[in-house]
């Protein structure tokens, strides 16, 4: 690919920030360029300076006076959920087993997977993210459809296949010796191709007997690397329902614990009820808890103590996601709205600097791929957004009065959706629909 020079203002951070007026945060060029050649970003910094260091015959995108961003990070979906997103439930596991369960069902047939592939990295790319953790369904098939799909469009994606053997339809069960086989062979055919990650994925302790935890842990010993991906402390029903099935374990995070699955590279959906033992065993581990904020307002499932985790002595790393379609919005600029939100209702505060940090270097470092997403430094993975903060009248209106960058971001953010979206780049090259 020729060298391409794209230019706007660039944004990009180098650590999380401490307050609102915190620049040592990151980098800002109010004239900034990304120089980009196959797929990754060559340098990045003042136009005039980067356009002078470019090969001659470079091509020149300009996006001004918008944002280039790195692109968005969503650390926890679900690709089969596509069509059950907005469906009228009382609670999580209501929601489950009247909506879930019967359209994974589906994911069976192979045509019926790939069609919704096509939609799922339309729809994500259209909403800015670049980079998801995915649960596919227990079918082998799903996996091999989003797997292809993000292979064939370029894109850095997380997924696995689901593992699950009891309390679910009989459509959606395997068995410990198939969830194991099929799980490696699903890393043998996908991971490392491409830019592609596999993640080991029991759907949750409730649908997962002893037996089968016991082969989800003999994966995470044969597959030290990978990255793990269930659901822990969602909502209090689940919590009790779980103790339930495994009465031998101190508390819900002590199950995962007893089969080795805290670890750095562990990520744990939800997380909204610890106690103070279990966020210690978090911290110690090195485990990630995933704050998915539409999806815990719509289900009723609480409200996520983001302040009180990072407060503790034993810290927790945190990063955010959508949960579709647990979650009502694919849009990463909506799910900090209601972030900011629910910690309003807690009492603190979350500053737009921060959200935006989340949603790009910290979601990238919660995955512990800082060194290929989420910034804009030169080396790392091409992928980008372009933002409008006047892509609607309404924003239009009030960027007139917007004096600083932090308040343009808190403007995205809180009236901010797709529409806002100029581009988004995959490896260097818009990532156009193709349904």
Known sequence: MSAVLYRGRTLSFTRAPEHIDDTGSYRYESDGALLVEDGRIVAVGDFAAVSAGAPDGTAVIDHRPHLILPGLIDTHVHFPQMQVIASYAANLLEWLNTYTFPEECRFVEQAHAERIAKAFFDEFFRNGTTTAVAYCSVHKASADAYFAESLRRGSLMVGGKVMMDRNAPQGLLDTPETGYDETRQVIADWHAKGRNHVAITPRFAITSTPEQMERVQALAQEFPDLHIQTHLSENHDEIRYT?????????????????????????????????????????????????CPTSNLFLGSGLFPLRKYQRRDKKLRIAVATDIGGGSSYSMLKTMDEAYKIQQLLGERLNPLESFHLMTLGNAEALSLEDRIGTLEPGTDADFVVLNAAATPAMRLR?????????????????????????????????RPVS
Not at 400 to 405: G, Q
Not at 411 to 419: A, F, P, S, V
């Open 399 to 431: 960027m007139e009065t917007v004096k600083s960058l932090a308040e343009e971001l808190f403007l995205l953010q809180t009236l901010g959706d797709d529409r806002s979206v100029v581009e988004t780049y995959v490896a260097g090259r818009a990532a």
């Open 243 to 291: 103790c339930e099935l495994f009465p031998d374990a101190r508390d819900y995070t002590d199950i995962y614990a007893q089969y080795g699955l805290l670890g750095k590279k562990s990520l744990f959906g939800h997380a909204i009820h610890l106690s103070d033992r279990e966020a210690d065993a978090m911290s110690e581990a090195g485990a990630v808890a995933v704050h």
